[in-house]
Each structure stands twice: as C-alpha cells, then as structure tokens.
C-alpha cells in the first residue's frame, strides 16, 4: 500500500497489521498519540487497541506548557508513543504529515514507539516543518530565539531512536475534517466592527497597514473577522498561530496572507482536499511548528500578535470565557480582542454576564470585547470604566439596565 513511503530499510522490516501492532501495547500502559484538532491523529492502532488511555490522561494544561511538563516528568513515565507522519526517508528520519503538535517529545519520551504512515497525507509535504529539537528543562533552558513568523529555528524531520521503534503501520486515511461554522449576518458585523478598530488604531500609529502577525481562534465569529480581512485595505498579513483553518487558506489565496506559522491543520474535508490537490503551492507559505514554539509566550510576546478569538461570555469585571485553546496567545499578545454575539438568540440570555461561569482569561490581560452592538476597548480604564464600557457597548439593551444595576452597588461600597 504505502511501499514507496517507508524507505528505510530497518524500520521497513518492522511493517505490520494494525492488529499486531497493538498488541505492542499492554494493560495499563500509558500511551500518547500525535495530533490536533483531528489533524495527524493516528488512526488504525486506535482503533484496534479499542480501549485506551491517551496521555497524559484528563491534564488540563495551556498548550505551551505540555512538552516541558512531560521532559521534566510531571505526569511519569510515558510507556507507549503512537505517532502519525507522511514518510519515513532511507536514513530513519520521519516526515511529519499534517501536524507537528508535541510529536517530537513524545518519540523522546516514550519507551516505545509506533509509527503510523498514512499515505492519504501529501508526500509533498516534505519540507513543510520546523522541528525544534533544543528544548531543555530548567534551569538549563535558553531562548528561542525566532523573530519572525516565518523563520525557521529547527529541522524539517521527526527523529526516534529505530531501537524503540516496535511497529510501523501502514494506513491511507483522511483526517477527521473541521466542522465549518456558517457565518451570519450578526457575524459579519461583528468582523465589520474589528476591522473599523483595526483601522483606527492605524490612523492612530498605533498598528502600521500590514498590522502585526494574527492569531485568529476558533469559531464563526473569527472566521468572519478573516473574510472581512480579506476584503479590507491591509495588505502583506502574516499570521502566527496553532491551526491553519480554511479562512487563513483564503486570505493566502487572495494574496493578503504572505506566510502563516502554526503547528497544525485544522482544516474542513473541503480544505484539506484544497492543499492536498495544491500542496505544492502552498509550499513555503505554510510552517508548522512544535507545538511547543507555536504557542510559546517568548515568542508570541516577540513578535506582538493582534489575537481575535471567540468567546462564551465575558462579565462586567472584563473576565473572558473563553472558546479554544488560545490562553497562550491571548495572554502574551500585543492585542487580544474577544469577539461574541452579545446573546445567543433573541430573547436568549445574555453572554455579557455578571460573573462568567469559567474564567479562561482574568480582566487584567482583557483589551478589547466586540459584540455586534460595539467594541469596548478596555485598555487604560479602572474597574468601573471597564465596567460601563463593556455594558454600554456590548451588552444587548435589553439586558443593560440589568447589569447596570449591579455596577452601582460596587461603585458605592468603593
């Protein structure tokens, strides 16, 4: 099936069924898979093994933080790596397919590993990674030392150790493609409503006309942002995220985008045929990282992103509930701006709230909120500035006299 992908000699004699392959694996052994958000997940061996613990099991931890807590032994010995690529090169190197994500530290890790080589991934993909491999725990760690979204600081290739490799599996099978979240009209005049900040700030100096890198979240909302984008004034973009979604392959396309860093795919069944009928053209204009340099707050602190990310709620205090993983981002960026429809429905209750539900982003490191009702731009306020702005810009009306008559009694007892 995939003979022309496993050019190794040793590790070509260590192809077996996904079945066999399995068995490698035994009770109570923890094992850690390759992937994101569906993209570069191994396939067949998971589904053999049945039930299984992915590791680490149930960590909730910010993406940037996983690889350093696992070389400095946190969550224990890791038993089993299952590890996805493109192709494995006559020397041992391995191509990673359509995400880097903490592959390189779980082949380091593991006391075994399995390769899973999946055919369905371009074999034009060679060349499109940037592996890291200087990673060091403390107090031995040094900077990484990447000033551009686009530069790369490592290797194209995934390298193990042939004597821990136990199994390869051969496998020609798509990723399981993003859900695409269709775009309204309340959407699209939240984007309208980004973009007319955008520009503010620019005629302000504050953001010159080819902005700063973009991180741009999960979600409708943001994916509406990037459409608005690419219609707008702003030319030579670059973008220093964690997945490539099909808005950024637009913004590319249209010769807005000139390069976008990330670690993975996060692409629709229609996106991800998209590139693997023009993989080629993409080349170069597409970087993914170690997840562990994608989302590195150094780094995303460096290069000072504008971050555009969907959320749940926000509350009258500036705390965020966020959508995705994107604290690290969010976080460290230059300017964060969350974006939401200010209720879900007419008549539905409101996202601007009197306290959120999970605080994913706490009000200090909040900048800006939009809803389709307006943008408060939180930066410089006190607490009960913060407090009306989010209200008399965000909030539906019919929901603002109701949270204003939660702000009065604060104000009183201050």
């Not at 996805?84 to 880097?100: H, Y």
């Not at 150790?161 to 939240?190: F, L, M, Q, W, Y």
């Not at 985008?257 to 993989?279: P, Y």
Request: net charge negative; charged share 20%.
């Amino acid at each position: 099936m995939t003979g022309d992908r496993i050019l190794d000699r040793t590790l070509a004699g260590r192809v077996m069924s996904a079945a066999e392959a399995a068995r490698q694996i035994g009770p109570g052994q923890t094992v850690a898979m390759s992937g994101l958000v569906g993209a570069g997940r191994p396939k067949a061996v998971p589904e053999a093994l049945g039930l299984f613990r992915e590791w680490p099991d149930g960590v909730d931890v910010r993406h940037s933080r996983v690889a350093q807590h696992v070389t400095s032994g946190f969550y224990g010995d890791l038993d089993v790596a299952v590890v996805e690529v493109a192709a494995i090169l006559p020397d041992g190197l391995l191509v990673p397919g359509s995400s880097v994500g903490n592959s390189q530290t779980w082949l380091e890790a593991a006391g075994k590993v399995i390769v899973e080589v999946n055919s369905w991934q371009p074999d034009g993909f060679e060349g499109f990674h940037d592996v890291h491999h200087g990673a060091r725990t403390a107090p031995l760690r040094a900077p990484m030392q990447l000033t551009t979204p686009m530069q790369r600081i490592g290797d194209p290739y995934l390298l193990v150790d042939p004597d821990k490799v136990a199994a390869v599996v051969e496998t020609d099978r798509p990723d399981v493609g993003a859900v695409p979240s269709p775009i309204d009209e309340t959407h699209r005049a939240i984007a309208d409503l980004v973009v007319d900040f955008l520009r503010h700030e620019v005629r302000h100096d504050r953001l010159h006309s080819g902005l700063l890198p973009l991180h741009a979240g999960v979600g409708a909302v943001a994916d509406a942002v990037l459409a608005g984008l690419r219609e707008a004034e702003f030319e030579h973009l670059t973008a220093y995220t964690e997945t490539v979604r099909d808005s950024l392959l637009d913004l590319l396309d249209a010769g807005k985008l000139i390069g976008v860093s990330a670690t993975s795919f996060g692409l629709s069944e229609a996106g991800a045929r998209r590139l693997n009928d023009d993989v080629h053209h993409y080349k170069g204009r597409v970087l993914l990282r170690s997840q562990e340099i994608a989302t590195h707050p150094e780094v995303i602190r460096r290069l000072g992103l504008i971050t555009i990310d969907s959320m749940a709620q926000a509350d009258i205090h500036g705390n965020v509930n966020a959508l995705g993983g994107a604290t690290d981002f969010a976080r460290n960026a230059h300017l964060n701006i969350f974006v939401s429809a200010s209720s879900a429905e007419a008549g539905a209750p409101s996202r601007i709230v009197p306290f959120v539900s999970h605080v994913d982003h706490a009000g200090h490191d909040v900048h800006v909120i939009v809803t389709e009702q307006g943008v408060a731009d939180l930066r410089g306020l006190s607490p009960a500035a913060r407090s009306r702005q989010i209200i008399d810009r965000c909030a539906h009306p019919d929901h603002r006299d109701e949270l204003a008559a939660l702000v009065a009694p604060q104000a009183e007892r201050r």
